[in-house]
């Protein structure tokens, strides 16, 4: 039988050492242990590495970064070039996760069972609420139906279906027009998918994959859709898929987050940034969606002003989406060569 490769963890955090901590500590419990583990700080403060110096965990390296090596995709280049050369596969996760305990058992071996992968994705399990059904099940308007499991559809996907706006391609593919169904809309089936794009904070690639491509450093900071970037480029070369057995929680945390604002900005900007990377040239027909599902997008987000619990902060970030619109028209992100 096929040994398990070995394997490296990047952790990339900023200013989070309390969930970094339940992390490590879900990480210790693993089935299978990291044969490196490699944090990449780029907090401005020690708090994490004075966390990190009060518990032991073997195999791990701390590297805290300066300003020029601070920021999501900068931190990854930067840890992809500490990771040992014996390393086959290179592992990240986001800081605010949490393992279940065959996370990576299941994860490595995707690679054997199809080695043909040049990266595979996790599957967070505690967001989405999930139904298994007779596969000759027909949805409501309401829900979502896909591989004999329903989940129930969003205010903007309904909008959308019922505006002839849906994705026409099947979850983790990417349609000429953006705006596809992501991670989220893969069931809990315990199958491997085959996909084009998945989530950079439960992600695992072949170390040979970044003599290929980097993460591109268009992505400043927080680094909003980096990672559909880098997988929707990567899939150009190989196939890429996701196992939705390889399971872990997404606890959201606030800190190291930017303003609504700023965030806002960042949803139409990069997003229009990766639809371009994927489609340098597309329809108008496409073009005409992708703005019009835009629109559609921030003036749900601005009703939630009105609607929401956080109504300050629902307001900011549509003024962001808007302020992002416009700066297309003159300022529209230079599209870096791959």
């Not at 300066?66 to 390393?87: A, C, H, M, P, Y």
Request: hydrophobic share 35%.
């Amino acid at each position: 039988m096929e040994s398990t490769p070995k394997f490296s963890l990047i952790i990339c955090t900023y200013l989070r050492a309390n969930p970094l901590l339940n992390l490590l500590e879900s990480v210790k419990n693993q089935s299978l242990y990291p044969n490196e583990i490699l944090i990449i700080d780029g907090s401005t403060n020690d708090e994490t590495k004075l966390m990190l110096e009060n518990h032991s965990f073997k195999n791990l390296g701390y590297y805290q970064v300066t300003t020029e090596n601070r920021g999501l995709t900068k931190q990854r280049n930067f840890g992809i070039d500490k990771v040992s050369e014996w390393s086959e596969i290179v592992c990240f996760l986001d800081d605010d996760t949490n393992l279940d305990i065959n996370y990576f058992s299941e994860l490595l071996q995707t690679y054997l069972q199809y080695p043909d992968a040049l990266g595979v994705g996790g599957y967070i399990n505690n967001e989405t609420k999930w139904v298994e059904v007779d596969k000759n099940y027909r949805p409501k308007s309401s829900e979502f139906y896909y591989d004999g499991w329903k989940r129930n559809e969003g205010s903007r996907f309904i909008l959308r279906k019922k505006l002839g706006l849906d994705s026409n391609q099947p979850p983790c593919f990417m349609p000429e027009f953006s705006h596809g169904r992501s991670v989220s809309f893969l069931p809990p089936s315990g199958k491997v998918y085959e996909v084009q794009q998945f989530m950079g904070g439960v992600a695992s690639f072949r170390k040979s994959v970044f003599e290929i491509i980097q993460f591109s450093t268009y992505f400043e900071g927080y680094g909003l859709y980096e990672d559909a970037d880098f997988t929707l480029r990567l899939s150009n070369h190989g196939k890429l898929y996701l196992n939705t057995k390889a399971t872990l929680g997404h606890f959201h945390d606030g800190s190291g987050r930017p303003n609504k604002f700023l965030y806002g900005k960042m949803v139409i900007r990069n997003g229009w940034y990766v639809w371009r990377v994927k489609y340098p040239n597309p329809s108008f027909v496409a073009q005409l969606k992708w703005n019009t599902i835009a629109f559609l997008l921030t003036a749900i987000r601005l009703s939630n002003a009105l609607t929401s619990n956080n109504k300050k902060a629902a307001f900011t970030e549509s003024l962001g989406r808007i302020s992002g619109w416009f700066s297309l028209w003159f300022d529209a992100p230079k599209i870096q060569k791959t």
